[in-house]
């Protein structure tokens, strides 16, 4: 096992190393022109990715499963700091910080903290917690920083967040919610004028979600 696995790497590190060669052939006068360095540099970043950043990656993700399936249990605790034999989000983050699977993991952890009633660490950890740039875990994100802020009474805050949730998801699966968790709050502040607006905004722009349905409710008890 040991000698096939070293031939894969040898296998691996030679097309790596063709992949380089390539790049210089096809950009050789420039990198002759901007010095030999940069060669040595574009070969070094190949490698590094190679045998560094993708095994990383693939530890990463076999070591936040155990977590992952924690945590669908409830069981938040010891998805957050593992049970004895397999890491929980914390040690993932710890060791696996800069990886995907890292940046996760402080989604997750920021979700234990807030399950357990933890609300300013998991407003810290989502501090944390980098853009994915999608249509899902990034406003997730945004949202649960948002309830956070909720429940210590930040309303203003929380209601702001929420807003920019619902309009960085853009779809019918998030951002009603986001949106009706939003005009609660401002009702909880008094500024029904601000909560309607978010109803109507389910009902124009949301008219595929389930809580478009229920929606004139919440219009006719905030008026």
């Given at each position: 096992?040991t ?7 040898v ?5 790596t190393?063709?992949a ?5 052939e096809?950009?050789k006068?420039?990198?002759?022109y ?6 040595v540099?574009i070969?070094?970043?190949l490698?590094i ?7 990383r ?11 992952e399936q924690l ?23 710890d060791q ?5 699977a890292?940046?996760?993991?402080r ?26 740039g999608?249509a ?12 956070c802020y909720?429940?210590?009474g930040?309303?203003?805050k ?14 019918n ?36 979600s ?7 409710k ?6």
């Open positions: 096992m000698k096939k696995k070293n031939q894969n790497q296998n691996e590190f030679d097309e190393l063709a380089s060669k390539t790049f210089y096809k950009n006068n420039a990198i002759l901007g010095g030999g360095g940069l060669l540099i070969i070094a970043a490698l990715n190679q045998f560094y950043i993708i095994p990656n693939n530890r990463a993700n076999e070591s936040i499963f155990y977590a945590f669908t249990e409830g069981n938040y605790e010891k998805a957050l700091n593992g049970d004895g034999e397999n890491l929980g989000f914390l040690a993932v983050i696996y910080g800069s990886t995907k890292g940046n996760i993991a989604l997750y952890a920021a979700k234990c903290y807030a399950e357990t009633e933890k609300y300013q660490e998991a407003i810290d950890m989502l501090d944390k917690f980098d853009d994915c999608d899902m875990i990034s406003p997730s994100a945004i949202a649960l920083k948002g309830n909720a429940e210590l930040q309303n203003d929380a209601a702001d967040l929420l807003l920019k949730a619902a309009k960085e998801a853009d779809n699966t998030l951002s009603p919610t986001f949106l009706l968790q939003a005009g609660q709050i401002y009702l909880s502040l008094g500024q029904k004028d601000k909560a309607i607006d978010c109803y109507k905004q389910i009902k124009e722009k949301y008219q595929q389930s809580i478009y349905y229920e929606i004139d919440y219009i006719e008890q905030a008026q």
